[in-house]
DNA sequence: AGGACGATTAACT
DNA sequence: GTTAATCGTCCTG
């Protein structure tokens, strides 16, 4: 609402990521999500809304069939972008989570969008597809590293960030994963206040 | 080699 | 509420 989302803030570390998934899943929302493109662009959002995979263990995790040429970045390094192209024609950004060999990551799936530098707010991208469209992020971008120091997005802890109060749900679309995945709260979402 | 299905979305009835 | 769009991935054979 404010220019400030945009004033450019510390970069979270690659020690962020590490952590639980869930516990990054629960941290991300009101975080800020940049993406730098050619000639200096950078646009900036705030991140809505996120979601936990956990292992191969969890039947909704892509990492379910184990380690294939697909999922093999949810094993690397904490921090990694991971991008899959889905229902022949959507993109979905994830983060890798915890440590290298566990397969992990959160997808996220709402952004508050800012124009740079008007800091004028675009239409809302309420939905895990339309916020890779927003970004212009395809599959050139799996495996990207966020964390470099060179990295061309990244996610940011805003500079005036007060403690977001989080809502957690069950995850969305998972259609036939048997319970007790289907139903586990892993879903994380900004509450109606964000703080302030 | 073939087929079912998907961490979705927009456009319908 | 239902359905088409559209193709990579995974499973079966």
Redesign the pocket.
């Known amino acids: 609402m404010n220019a400030f989302v945009l004033e450019p803030g510390a970069r979270l570390p690659r020690s962020f990521f590490a952590q639980p998934t869930l516990t990054v899943a629960r941290l991300l929302p009101g975080k800020l999500l940049v993406r730098l493109g050619a000639g200096g662009s950078r646009q900036a959002g705030v991140i809505v809304e996120t979601?936990a995979?956990i292992g191969e263990s969890d039947l909704?995790?892509?990492?379910?069939?184990?380690r294939?040429?697909?999922?093999a970045v949810?094993y690397g390094a904490p921090g990694t972008a991971?991008v899959?192209?889905?229902?022949?024609?959507?993109w979905?950004l994830?983060i890798v989570t915890e440590h290298s060999g566990f397969p992990a990551?959160?997808?996220l799936?709402?952004l508050h969008l800012y124009d740079s530098p008007a800091a004028q707010p675009q239409p809302a991208?309420?939905?895990?597809?339309?916020?890779t469209?927003a970004l212009q992020l395809d599959?050139t971008w799996n495996t990207h590293d966020m964390c470099a120091p060179d990295a061309q997005l990244f996610v940011e802890q805003p500079q005036q960030a007060a403690p977001p109060r989080i809502v957690c749900k069950p995850?969305?679309?998972?259609?036939?994963?048997p319970q007790p995945w289907l139903g586990l709260p892993w879903n994380f979402c900004l509450g109606a206040h964000t703080g302030s």
């Open positions: 979601e995979y909704a995790c892509h990492a379910r069939s184990g294939t040429r697909r999922t949810m991971y899959y192209f889905t229902y022949g024609m959507h979905m994830n990551a959160v997808l799936r709402a991208t309420n939905g895990p597809a339309k916020l469209r599959g995850r969305v679309g998972l259609g036939k994963t």
